[in-house]
């Protein structure tokens, strides 16, 4: 451990002097008060630190001292069910401690050290295992059992192996290594900055089902993928977040609250575990890890919390999971950057925020797919990122907005406008892409094998509509043919009767995949039948008296698709009646 002494502290950042050389990266314990804080630029013994706590108190010439170790996650069980700030330390724990305003320095080991599991073995004595190899399991919740690894690059051969309850810390069974005698512990500990390894990435090959119509089936995001969702404020962001982590078909969930406000953070911590998971008919938090800054921790902590976040659900793909990252929102984290950046003095790119920002965002990204992880035997995992973005003003040609755009494949532009007129989820669908067309069409094909045809001809539709809705701004609707107003007509009940979705209605919050495409088939049903009457002459008007477009409206709140398979039948019923009326067969 190398001492120095604090020369000067600005804000978050304290730059001190060291006996010798420490290194990037390290984690330090700053002032009498041992704050905790991360070297962040280094000249010689001279050193910038990031600090995590409010440095209000400490003074130049108070020690500090270089733990030696990077900023780094301890992975066991007893983090699923847990709030953790962005420095892994449990916010509930810190609660319990010591109130919601956070006396500085206080330390908790981040799990648990007193707590016993029962750790089940996996492997014999005489067993050679690599980094990866699952050893033994821990049922940590009741629906989520944790399954125990060698660390990453440790080998062997299992000499002692052990059935019962010990704690994180006691040795479940020793390992004899090319080194000689190692203890195998239920804990390893990880860099959160530095991706966890694993064998082979593989093509992604389904998507993340959400039971969100809009993204489901417009716009979806592989499993594996990585996806954005900017918004203006009050767009539906956080809404929408909460609803992936309830319904997507994910094993586990990491919800980061990067910086959000306080208030805000405390309605998670109080509001999220009281939420019911639809999968097990348990509580949602069971199979969650939230990282927030309840506290009122500086910001550079919120810049952390992303990589912690991360390691996090790597761990759990890491044992063949498949795991679904949420962060709200990337913009306070960015802002963190841009705030470290101006204090560390660099040059200012693009509105402040540093040069690498790009290069960061990238970093963040890049840690989602769809893996082989670690090991002797072939496991798949997976870890799907989804980024909410604030741009101020909801102007999306700002600098975090459009470097994000660049690294992911599944674009969800949420509009003001929309949020405006309460049409929710307010994802403009003109806006919006999926990269994952071609991955989520194969998946489809399953329940229809004309999905990616119908997916594609409501959205020409829309578009169509976008284009008369221009035109019938100048001459007015009534003045339109009769095939456009037609248009018009069927790009409504796309919006009304499938794209919005209210997340607080008992049936309409989650939509299935197979009533998805029937209620989409449905509407475009309605189209073909409707269509040849018009170009015949049939008034426009008559068309819209139709009974079954109320029916067809008020699908997505019926549960299953019986329903829908009746309005099949009336739309072809009311369709010939009205042919009939007019002698157009
Ligand atoms: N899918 C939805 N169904 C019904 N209402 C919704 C939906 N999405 C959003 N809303 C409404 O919009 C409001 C604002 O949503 P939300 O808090 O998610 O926005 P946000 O983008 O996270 O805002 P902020 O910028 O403040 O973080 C919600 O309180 C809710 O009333
Ligand atoms: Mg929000």
Redesign the pocket.
């Known amino acids: 451990m190398i001492r120095g002494v604090i020369e000067r502290i600005n804000g978050s950042l304290v730059i001190a002097q060291f006996e010798a050389e420490p290194k990037i990266g390290d984690l330090v314990e700053v002032g009498n008060l041992g704050l905790m804080g991360e070297i962040v630029r280094l000249s010689g013994e001279r050193a910038a630190i990031q600090c995590y706590e409010v440095t209000s108190g400490i003074k130049p010439g108070e020690p500090v001292l270089d733990t030696g170790r990077p900023l780094a996650a301890e992975l066991g069980p007893g983090l699923m069910g847990t709030i953790l700030d962005g420095v892994e330390r449990s916010e509930l724990k810190l609660w319990e401690i010591a109130g919601p305003f956070i006396t500085r320095g206080v330390r908790i080991a981040p799990l648990d050290r007193e707590k016993k599991w029962y750790f089940e073995p996996k492997v014999e004595v005489g067993a050679k295992v690599v980094g990866g190899d699952i050893i033994g399991v821990v049922q940590e919740t009741e629906y989520f059992q944790h399954r125990i690894l060698v660390p990453p690059g440790m080998e062997g051969k299992v000499t002692e192996i052990y059935e019962g309850e010990f704690t994180v810390e006691e040795p479940v069974g020793k390992l004899k290594t090319p080194e000689g005698e190692e203890e195998l512990k239920m804990m390893q500990v990880w860099p959160v900055r530095v991706p966890r390894p694993y064998k082979e990435r593989l093509p992604l090959v389904s998507p993340l089902l959400t039971g ?1 119509r809009v993204i489901d089936t417009f716009f979806p995001v592989a499993k594996g993928g990585a996806a954005a969702i900017p ?13 992936i982590s309830k319904w997507a078909d994910a094993d586990i969930i990491v919800l980061i609250g990067c910086g ?1 406000r306080g208030n ?1 953070m405390a309605d998670v911590v109080t509001h999220f575990p009281e939420l019911t998971d639809p999968r097990t008919g348990r509580k949602l938090i069971e199979r969650t890890v939230i990282v927030a800054n309840v506290s009122n921790m500086p910001i550079s902590a919120r810049e952390a919390s992303i990589y912690l976040g991360v390691t996090l659900a790597e761990y759990y793909r890491d044992q063949g999971y498949d795991v679904a990252v949420m962060a ?2 990337t913009s306070r984290w960015a802002e963190a950057l841009r705030d470290l950046s101006g204090r560390l003095e660099e040059i200012p790119a693009e509105r402040g925020f540093p040069a690498y920002l790009a290069d960061r965002i990238a970093g963040i990204y890049e840690r989602a797919g769809r893996v082989v992880t670690l090991g002797s035997e072939r496991r798949i995992g997976s870890v799907t990122i989804i980024g ?1 973005v ?1 741009p101020p003003g909801g102007d999306f040609s700002e600098p975090v907005t459009t470097h994000t755009l660049r690294f992911i494949g599944t674009f969800w532009a ?1 509009d003001t406008e929309l ?1 405006f007129r ?1 049409h ?3 994802i403009n669908w003109l806006r919006s892409f999926s990269r994952y067309i071609d991955v989520a069409s194969r998946w489809w094909s399953q329940y229809d094998a004309a999905w990616a045809a119908m997916r594609a001809r409501a959205l020409e539709l829309l578009e169509e509509a976008s284009e008369i809705e221009e035109t019938a701004r100048i001459i007015g609707e009534k003045a339109l043919p009769d095939e456009q107003r037609l248009i018009l007509l069927i790009a409504e009940m796309i919006r009304e009767g499938f794209l ?6 008992e049936v309409d ?1 989650y939509c299935e995949a197979e009533k998805q495409v029937k209620l989409l088939k449905a509407i475009l049903r309605f189209y073909d039948s409707v269509e040849p009457l018009v170009r015949k002459g049939i008034p426009i008007e008559r068309v819209r008296e139709m009974r079954v477009i109320t029916e067809i409206m008020r699908l997505k709140e019926r549960r299953g698709v019986e329903a829908i398979e009746r309005v099949m039948g009336l739309i072809t019923e009311q369709a010939r009646a009205l042919a009939e009326e007019y002698g157009v067969i």
């Open positions: 969100q918004g203006g404020f009050g767009t539906g962001k956080t809404v929408m977040l909460q609803q959000e805000e709200d929102s909410a604030s949420l949020a309460r929710f989820p307010a919005v979705q209210n997340a607080f209605h919050t």
